[in-house]
């Protein structure tokens, strides 16, 4: 149904309606935003990178293949976009205030606040294109979905995401950040 | 110690890309070893806050941003054809504008130097090459060759598709005069290419086609051909207004192989 959307939007935007691409962004500036926001770990530069997605998707819509779905094409907008963004930040990444629901005992949740800004900064710590990774597998996506976006084979994606990992175990520590 | 195998179910496990014999597998592994359990949690811990990590809320103000955006940096993305409308005079225009400029400029360069290296006596210069290529089922129709000495001639003749075509070379230790006459009313000048030599003079006459050159020379005419064969032709080579050499070049049916 949104495809269907998605592209009778595209269709009114290629011949000119300017307005006819609000549909569009009402419709992804929350996935965008929160990937950008994955990658880059910074409210107002995750903003700042999806309106840039947004402006480069409509200035590049004439070379979107309407055989592929509108989100995927914007997906990948996306991602080049926030790891462009990220890597050209020379400032370090600071890590983020609000992720996750904490547990409700007050011990438990000390840990899991520990271990939260313990994964957080080691996450800031890896390179983009890795968070990248990590952010699609986190989205859900499978192996397959993410070789498509990225331009990469499934085993590809598989080695890849694992070497992201072993980087970041390597960060936290031995143990992983958690004690047995 | 957790070995590599370990470390790729918990990877896929984390991924959703195990079967069900891997992850429980898995499982084992996981309640007889505290280091694998605290790796694994810290894995899923990492998966988690990244899925958990949400973006700031986009308001209405982003939509009206990116709107503004579009509308003072993009152009309607129209597909990307070069347009000669004012709005397309940007600096990136100009640089193609200024590249089909200089194009433009050497391909009329290109044709000045050609046209000079040919014969131009009013005829029709359309290119001999499409002329003859159309003309698929030319087929020999006769030959000539002499040698005086101070004048050589050899000469092909080759007939089909309504047309006929003679194909002249030689060499000449002076200036010398090539004409062919022939029947106006079933041959008609067509076309005229010069292969060889230097620049001469041609004259072109209902009936009558007089090359004047010196040197060693090679040229390609082209005849339309109106009905069918017997053609009558004549070959004359001359030299200061005297003949040196005459031939009878008549195409007869029996002539063409």
């Known amino acids: 149904m949104d495809e269907q959307k998605d592209l009778e939007a595209v269709g009114r935007c290629l011949r000119g309606e300017i307005d006819a691409f609000e549909d569009l962004i009402l419709r992804y500036q929350k996935p965008v935003m929160n990937l950008a926001y994955r990658i880059v770990h910074d409210p107002e530069d995750a903003r700042d990178v999806a309106q840039s997605v947004f402006v480069k998707a409509f200035a590049g819509l004439s070379s979107y293949d309407s055989h592929y779905k509108f989100f995927s094409w914007l997906y990948r907008i996306a991602i080049n976009e926030s790891i462009n963004f990220a890597s050209k930040r020379r400032r370090k990444i600071a890590p983020v205030d609000v992720w996750g629901e904490a547990p409700s005992d007050p011990v438990e949740e000390t840990a899991h606040a520990e271990l939260r800004a313990r994964i957080e900064a080691a996450l800031a710590r890896i390179a983009p294109r890795q968070r990248a990774l990590l952010a699609l597998s986190a989205d859900g996506l499978s192996y397959k979905e993410i070789g498509r976006t990225l331009g990469f084979s499934e085993t590809k994606v598989k080695s890849k995401l694992f070497a992201a990992r072993q980087k970041l175990r390597g960060l936290l520590g031995a143990d992983g950040g958690v004690r047995p | 110690m957790i070995d590599r195998r370990l470390d790729r179910l918990m990877n896929q496990e984390i991924d959703g890309a195990n079967s069900p014999a891997e992850s429980a597998m898995l499982q084992k592994a996981l309640e007889t070893s505290g280091e694998a359990r605290a790796r694994y949690e810290s894995l899923r811990a990492a998966q988690e806050i990244l899925r958990g990590a949400e973006g700031p809320a986009p308001g209405p103000e982003f939509k009206d941003g990116v709107l503004a955006a579009v509308r003072r940096n993009a152009r309607p993305a129209a597909p990307d054809r070069f347009s000669w409308r004012p709005a397309a005079f940007g600096p990136l225009r100009l640089k193609y504008a200024l590249f089909f400029g200089l194009g433009l400029g050497l391909g009329l360069l290109i044709l000045v130097v050609f046209r000079n290296r040919t014969i131009d006596a009013g005829f029709d210069a359309r290119q001999l ?129």
Do not use: M, W
Request: charged fraction near 25%; proline fraction near 2%; hydrophobic fraction near 40%.
């Open chain 2, 129 to 257: 090459v499409g002329t003859v290529a159309e003309a698929r089922s030319l087929r020999p129709a006769g030959d000539l060759r002499f040698d005086q000495g101070l004048v050589s001639q050899d000469l092909r003749l080759r007939y089909g598709d309504g047309c006929l075509v003679a194909e002249v070379s030689g060499s000449a230790a002076g200036d010398v005069e090539l004409v062919l006459t022939f029947d106006k009313d079933r041959l008609s000048f067509d076309a005229l290419r010069q292969t060889r030599g230097e620049q001469g003079g041609v004259t072109i006459e209902p009936g009558r086609l007089e090359i004047r050159t010196a040197g060693s020379h090679g040229y390609v005419l082209v005849f339309n051909v109106k009905g069918g064969l017997p053609l009558a032709l004549n070959y004359r080579v001359g030299a200061g207004g005297s003949a040196v050499f005459t031939r009878d070049l008549s195409v007869t049916a029996e002539d063409v192989r």
